[in-house]
């Protein structure tokens, strides 16, 4: 990364106090500036900009200085200890959000259960329930200050309906608070490859957001394949490379039983990198969400069941 000139930490130190220091986080002036008046307007009580622009210096991110972190619609709490939502996230919630929430197909009458795995904040939970009408949701997380954190944001965004099980979902397969029906699985399990983890992650993150919250393989995608597919009508979960995609499309088609009933999809997010692998069981409630969501990503690999049943309605 190349390093910031002293004529720029001149140029900043003199436009405002402290906005120099915003600089080693910023890396340009134009953003430096934007950060600088996001404190200025938000910063919680009792703190000062000198105070705030020293933290950051010091690499703290800005979340956790302003405690919050706009999530679609909603206004989400963060602090130190649990991950903050990323822009990736929210994005693909909010597009699965806008084409349900806009659907005739979708019943009032005919409740959609969703199950958020590797919850957080409750960030995905929180924004798919907010924008679902008649929808309830339960949220996992192996983390307890992940759990108060989901009982605080849904506090400060009005819900009052929700269950919040603590978990390590890892080694909880048979847990018998899990829901026995799920129409929407979510999750965004950690991703991030060991390997990858010094290479590819700011000082930021490496220094102040939990590994637990990052580090992780294939085996929250086994998980999922072993343990979730037979209680869920359909399945969301994020990914960071291609390879963790791959990894769920091969388990399913190479298994006779699931590969008959689960379709699987691909979607990239708006830098073009994979984002969310995807799935419709060939149940009713699955397939009425296979037709909704048609234009959230591309469907890789068709059910068998779903192919026979399109061939014959030709
Ligand atoms: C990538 S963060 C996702 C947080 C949130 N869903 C979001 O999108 O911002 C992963 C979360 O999984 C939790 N986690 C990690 N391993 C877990 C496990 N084995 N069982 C349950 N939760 C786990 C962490 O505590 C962390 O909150």
């Known amino acids: 990364m190349p390093r910031i000139s002293t004529s720029l930490i001149r140029k900043a130190s003199r436009i405002r106090p402290g906005l120099h220091l915003l600089l080693p986080e910023c890396r340009t002036l134009e953003q430096a500036k934007l950060e600088y008046k996001w404190l200025a307007e938000e910063l919680p009580p009792g703190r000062s900009i000198r105070w705030a622009c020293f933290q950051r210096y010091n690499h703290v991110p800005l979340q956790y200085i302003l405690r919050s972190q706009p999530f679609g619609p ?3 709490v963060c602090k130190p200890g649990v991950l903050i939502p990323r822009w990736e996230t929210e994005e693909w919630v909010m597009d699965l959000v806008k084409i349900l929430s806009n659907s005739a197909l979708l019943s009032n009458n005919d409740p959609l ?5 590797f919850t957080g904040t409750g960030c995905i939970a929180l924004a798919l329930s907010h924008g679902i009408p008649n929808s309830s949701f339960t949220v996992i997380d192996v983390s307890r200050k992940a759990i108060e954190l989901v009982k605080e944001n849904m506090l400060k965004n009005k819900v009052s309906k929700g269950k919040l099980i603590q978990r390590n979902i890892l080694s909880s397969n048979g847990c018998n608070e899990y829901p026995s029906h799920i129409d929407i699985l979510t999750g965004n399990p950690p991703y991030i490859r060991k390997r990858h983890f010094i290479r590819d992650v700011t ?34 979960y994020e990914i960071g490379d291609f390879d963790q995609f ?23 997010d708006s830098n073009g990198n994979p984002r969310v692998v995807y799935g419709f069981k ?21 059910a068998t069941a779903l192919s026979r049943h399109k061939a014959n309605s030709k």
């Open 113 to 117: 259960h969703i199950c958020d795995t």
């Open 246 to 268: 791959s990894y769920v499309q091969n388990r399913i088609k190479d298994d006779s039983n699931l590969s008959r009933i689960w379709s699987v999809g691909l979607k990239y």
């Open 203 to 236: 000082t930021s993150v490496k220094l102040f957001e939990p590994r637990l919250a990052l580090i992780g393989e294939l085996e929250c995608y086994e998980n999922l394949v072993d343990h979730w597919l037979s209680k869920t009508n359909s399945f969301f």
């Open 282 to 302: 060939a149940t009713p409630k699955g397939s009425i969400l296979l037709q909704i969501l048609e234009p959230f990503g591309t469907i890789k690999y068709l």
């Open 74 to 76: 909603l206004e989400i």
